[in-house]
């Protein structure tokens, strides 16, 4: 038990207590052991350090190198290459262990290649994340032993009283036991975009977490004022700790493609398996084996046809397609933690996105200004002190529609509120680096009154109107009062001014007179009638109303009497002051539109502001409704999955909401990618399918959670981000297509090329070999590295063959490779086989043609032919149904690719070590007009089959 400090009855106990925000702040801070005025002491606080923990959130240890190296063996298609190394292995000990296992070799490295390239790309997706941290640490102001130090917020306990001014980060939940003109920003917590102002009088009954107005969190800001609190929780116990906690119970999902690529490694396990065991049974049958060495000789054949028809190439190809694709997107600001969600944004069918910070600048702007000749729209969004003013309220359903303020007294009305509500006011507006054109700005102090001073370099000659003035006294905003005034002296006027700023419905009672240009007249009913519903028309359009008066006072005039004096004021007019979409979002909007993908709104603001945005950006029609939390909260699974289908729009939603709604739509079978920026978005980040956090404006308790992190904090890198998918996705299939139907050919050689090895003259030109086959172990080994590794990379990096965002996203049950797929892989196949399989025959005596050469030769020129028709196969493939001569010289890669197989090819048949290695012999130029010939029929096959797709599917408009 801890020792008592001085003055306080109880000590210290480290256990949750009831609702601080209910009871007394000396109680609680009485059962903290702590005395408000003094704080704790040195030796106290080192204390409860060490039994209660670091002030910090429980991270994810660290996952070990082994582990990281063992993950990238977990693809099932790195398994069934494992089998084939211990079978090649097997047969290559069972043939006496002659040479170098070269087929067990080179299949090894790929798998070892493929595991580098995943390590290497997650870690740079690592070291990206890292640098998005900020690389500052957050310190706090405490009392400790009666006197204000700075200490580091992980060095925060339970009874630190911490002193907050203006600029601060709270560094831990605290029950506030005073505070002036305390305005917190909890937008990171809440998703709520304006400052919570604080007071700390007890509440009555407990509250949700955005109302607790005697409570500071963990994680957000002070935008304005001052004031003091105990601390009440830290590290895991605060709010943000809890959603953290929540974050543990939420699983990760497995990513579309990784489904997609497990089912292709069955499928490809399965017959891999079943066109081995057909080829050794149909090979022992139809050559009458007998030996132990013919035996040897089928199962080698078998093995080599295994290893054929295994497209191992493909996961290192995956990963470098992959791996290209990040690297593209994070030349966009799109960081990609894991190489597998890099497809997932292209598969996406809805994108739920967090409103402040995301959609919105989070920089609240002052959009119109009504005084009693009209109304003014000011142009320009955010904290950039750049727009003009324009007449009437353009797209507001003003007069006037956006002409140029042409109207000296509504201009003088409009630089007078802009004026009056930069005078009554205490925020800063600064130019964060010095003075380039382009340069950013920021502001100290309520978000809401440095929008007035944005606004007023919007409309000439209100800036300087105002430099001169000099503040003598004011009274401060509270929630009671709704008001703030300054007491200013002009510059040159005998008088001074009291200028009052505050809610509409609080200043107009005050107020008996009404400035009209430059005149002033008596604020009469249907002018007070005219004003209210100026006020109610900009609530209805979801903008935060301010309303700004006036009166002259004596300059004598003590600051004690200024309350006094906040009546007989003469109404100078309201603002429309609101959170405003950032301007790229609407075409972002539209673009996911176009490409089929829905657009949702999920935010802890108040319905009718989100339902503004939404609309203003295209995400619903006018009118349409938003469902709150309370409402879903209220609804069955069943009701749940029927809201989301229809609404778009969700407001004032907890995180469980959140959760809620992205389960909803992946119940329904959408692929779910849910953005956001705050504390309150990291559960549901988590969950979906792919989670995009926002790197500047982000927390790390989100980032951690999400698999993508934006480095912009901009919507239009999503939809970026979603082509890049979809091309990755269009690439994956151009590869598989070619590697699967390349391979198929070589399957269908081996294969009727046994069966049918005395219709083509083969048995006839054995020479004395017991088991004749068309290919060579050797060569067909040759073929899979020439041709299955350097086109398919090419083809990997392929630019957009189509516009990929004209269609809408596939659905999370079709399979990349599709019914139609295996349809072009096996014909494909067949077209090789066969020209293959004739180009021996042509050259063979006997067969089907008569020709002259022996069975080297015959077997070289069909070995060429096979090797040059999977080369014609690359350009086939780019497209399913496009002409291979649409935009057929864009990827230099593919045809540098296509170039080097072909010298290749020409040195194993030419060159003689070669020869030797691999049992080919010399071709002359017929043979290779031939063999030209006969492969290029591929190319023809999948241009007439095409061709006659798109006769059947013409394109509509």
Partial sequence: MATPQPGIPSSYVPLPAPDPSVRAADDVARDLGVDPATGLTAAEAARRLAADGPNELRSRPPVPLWRKVLDQFQDPL??????????????????????????????????VLNAVLGLVQESKAESAVAALRSMTEAMSTVLRDGRRVTVRSAELVRGDVLV????????????????????????????????????????????????????????????????????????????????????????EEVTPLQREIAHVSRVLGLTVIGIAVVVMVLAAVVNDVSTPADLVTVLLLGVSLAVAAVPEGLPAILSVVLAVGVQAMARRNAVVKKLHSAETLGSASVIASDKTGTLTKNEMTVQRVVTASGEV????????????????????????????????????????????????????????DGDQADGGWTVQGDPTEAAFLVAAHKLAGTVDRVSGFERRGEVPFTSERKLMSALVDPPGEGAWALVTKGAPDVL?????????????????????????????????????????????????????????????????????????????????????????????????????????????LGIVEPGARAVTGTELDRLDAARLRETTRTVSVYARVAPQNKLQIVDALQADGHVVAMTGDGVNDAPALKTADIGVAMGVTGTEVTKESAKMILGDDNFATIVAAVRQGRIIFDNIKKFLRYLLSSNMGEVCTVLFGVVFAGLLGLEGASGGEAVVVPLLATQILWINLVTDSGPALAMGVDPETDDVMARPPRGPHERIIDARMWR?????????????????DIFLPGGLVEGGDDLTVARTAGFTTLVLAQLFNVLNSRSETTSAFHRMFVNRWLWGAIVLGVLLQVAV??????????????????????AVGMASSVLWFDELRKLLWRVRHPVRG
């Fill in 824 to 840: 072009g892989v096996l014909s494909i196949g067949l077209v090789m086989g066969m020209a293959t399989l004739l180009t021996i």
């Fill in 78 to 111: 790195v398994a069934l290459l494992l089998v084939a190394v211990a079978i090649s292995l097997a047969v290559w000990w069972v043939e006496d262990a002659h040479g170098v296992p070269v087929d067990a070799v080179v299949i090894a490295a790929i798998v």
């Fill in 377 to 432: 729209t000011l142009t320009g969004v955010g904290y950039r002190p750049e727009g003009e003013a324009l007449l009437g309220g353009a797209g507001g359903g003003g007069a006037g529609g956006g002409a140029p303020l042409d109207d000296e007294r509504l201009a003088r009305e409009a630089s007078m509120v802009l004026g009056g509500g930069s005078l009554a006011n205490d925020a800063q507006l600064t130019r964060t």
């Fill in 508 to 616: 107009l009672p005050r107020c008996t007179d009404l400035q009209v240009g430059d005149d002033v007249v008596p604020l009469d009913d249907d002018r007070r009638a005219a004003a209210l519903a100026d006020v109610e028309r900009l609530s209805r359009q979801a903008y935060r109303t301010l309303g700004v008066a006036y009166r002259r006072v004596p300059e004598d005039l003590g600051t004690e009497a200024l309350e006094e004096h906040e009546s007989d004021l003469v109404y100078l007019g309201v603002v429309g002051i609101i959170d405003p979409p950032r301007p790229e979002v609407a075409d972002a909007v539209a673009e996911a539109h176009r490409a089929g993908i829905r657009i949702m709104m999920i935010t802890g603001d108040h319905p009718i502001t989100a339902t503004r945005i939404a609309s203003d």
């Fill in 909 to 930: 048949v030419q060159v003689p070590f070669l020869q030797v290695a691999f049992g080919t012999a010399s071709l002359d130029l017929a043979h290779w007009a031939v």
């Fill in 164 to 251: 907050l001014a203006e600029g601060d980060a709270v560094g831990a939940d605290a029950r506030l036991l005073s505070a002036t003109t305390l305005r917190v920003q909890e937008s990171s917590l809440t998703g709520e975009s304006e400052a919570v102002l604080k007071d700390a009088a007890v509440l009555a009954a407990p509250a949700p977490l955005g109302d607790r107005f005697d409570m500071v969190f963990k994680g957000t800001a002070v935008a304005q004022g001052v004031g003091r609190a105990v601390v009440v929780a830290t590290g895991m116990d605060t709010q943000m700790g809890a959603i953290a906690r929540l974050l543990d119970s939420t699983e």
